[in-house]
């Protein structure tokens, strides 16, 4: 079976600072790996994907993840937060080989504020 | 292009009822999966279709149903509403079913069960 877990359901950091949003997976193969964003009242956008052809991996709007194997990490940052990137944000995995391929398994969620 | 459209955007039912929530993958995409998100947590997995058949189920009651039509749009069905059932209901769409594609969101619809 797969999970993520998001450290920290609340994230605030001032405009400009670094953004770290935390994820770690379990998945017993190769996993593909994915950040969505959440505004609120709306659906979910994606910002990344990591399907094992780079481990650090760009996004859009500036962010990045990086997928470490060793700490089953797939950690989201970005260098200067702005305040448009206040909304909640979801790390999912899908591992593509087993019969769970085709669901995302999401975390939790978390909300980022963005302090002028 | 259009995205992944749902309807309706929310929804107000009372215990026992039936609801029909209806979703319109973006135009190509043969992949549609169901997600329900409770309040204050991430989406849970419902159902898979691909090529109007059932590839995935996750952990719900048999009182959830879905189906896929031909032109490839989605209803999801949940009878014997309970208060439980409120959420915001996630309809996705992608190319095809493999686990490295990226599932595309709509809006969801918001049902209330009071």
């Known amino acids: 079976a797969q999970s993520v877990t998001q450290l920290g359901s609340h994230v605030s950091v001032s405009e400009g600072a670094l953004v770290l949003l935390r994820c770690n997976y379990s998945?017993?193969?190769?996993?593909?790996l994915f950040w969505y964003v959440q505004y609120p009242n709306q659906g979910l956008q994606l910002l990344l994907k990591y399907t094992s052809a780079a481990t650090l991996v760009k996004g859009i709007n500036g962010f990045e993840a990086e997928f470490k194997k060793s700490e089953t990490s797939f950690h989201l940052t970005k260098p200067s937060a702005h305040m448009s990137d206040a909304a909640e944000y979801f790390c999912?995995?899908?591992?593509?080989?087993?019969?769970?391929?085709?669901?995302?398994?999401f975390g939790s969620g978390t909300q980022l504020t963005v302090l002028p | 292009d259009a995205g992944v459209t749902q309807s309706p955007t929310h929804l107000i039912k009372t215990r026992g009822q039936h609801v029909t929530l209806r979703c319109s993958p973006i135009s190509g995409h043969k992949s549609v999966s169901w997600y329900q998100q409770v309040l204050g947590q991430g989406p849970q997995f419902i159902f898979q279709?691909?090529?109007?058949?059932?590839?995935g189920r996750g952990n719900f009651p048999d009182r959830f149903s879905a189906r896929q039509f031909p032109n490839y749009s989605s209803e999801l069905n949940v009878n014997a509403l309970l208060l439980g059932d409120s959420a915001l209901y996630l309809c996705?769409?992608?190319?095809?079913?493999?686990?490295?594609?990226?599932?595309?969101f709509g809006a969801g619809t918001r049902l209330s069960v009071l």
């Open positions: 279709y691909y090529e109007k058949e059932e590839r």
């Open positions: 996705a769409s992608s190319p095809n079913q493999g686990g490295g594609n990226i599932q595309y």
């Open positions: 999912a995995v899908s591992d593509g080989l087993s019969g769970s391929a085709r669901q995302l398994t």
């Open positions: 998945s017993s193969v190769p996993p593909y």
